[in-house]
């Protein structure tokens, strides 16, 4: 079990239309630059944020705590 390539695709390409299409898109005004720079810093936290929560759910640092007689009952069902 790894990381699908379709959530991370599908997230990037979400995250970089809000990053770089929509600032494009906002309108003229005196507060234009802020709102492209809220925009990018948007996208990119989020994107972030998405990427850690999704990565560290592949391979979690902490796992659940078995005894010794479980891990040997597992093993012993699984290889048959």
């Known amino acids: 079990m790894?990381?699908?390539v379709v959530p991370i695709l599908v997230f990037t390409i979400?995250?970089?239309i809000?990053?770089?299409v929509l600032p494009f898109v906002v309108p003229k005004g005196p507060n234009r630059g802020i709102l492209q720079v809220v925009l990018m810093l948007t996208a990119a936290t989020c994107w972030l944020?998405?990427?850690c929560?999704?990565?560290s759910q592949i391979n979690p640092l902490i796992g659940?705590?078995?005894s010794?007689?479980?891990v040997l009952?597992?093993?012993r069902e699984w290889v048959s």
């Open 2 to 4: 790894g990381a699908s």
């Open 14 to 16: 979400l995250w970089g």
């Open 18 to 20: 809000v990053g770089i």
């Open 49 to 51: 944020f998405w990427l």
């Open 53 to 55: 929560c999704y990565l």
């Open 64 to 66: 659940p705590k078995l």
């Open 68 to 70: 010794n007689r479980t």
């Open 73 to 75: 009952l597992m093993a």
